[in-house]
């Protein structure tokens, strides 16, 4: 799971810096940016995802392993 400093952290290392409205409350941020902070997002949940999987390899699902590398490559696509 994703906590509030990863995202912290992720949102600083996309770049994502936050410009404030002339007009009210709302900011914006740049597209490139966010898409970014999305990418690092999922890249941290695929490598969680692959722990859990090999955790259970070392435990007992033997495919374990290969689940987890399958997850990986999920973001070499």
């Known amino acids: 799971m994703v906590d509030r400093d990863d995202i912290i ?7 994502i810096e936050f410009y404030p409205s002339p007009t009210n ?3 914006f941020c740049l597209f490139k940016n966010l ?3 999305a990418a690092l ?3 941290h949940e695929r490598e969680e995802c692959a722990k859990v999987c090999e955790q259970a390899a070392d435990d007992e699902f033997y495919m374990g392993r290969q689940y987890a590398d399958a997850i ?6």
């Open 25 to 27: 409350d709302v900011r």
């Open 9 to 15: 952290r992720m949102a600083r290392e996309a770049g």
């Open 35 to 37: 898409e970014r902070f």
């Open 72 to 77: 990986r490559a999920r973001g070499e696509l």
């Open 41 to 43: 997002v999922a890249a």
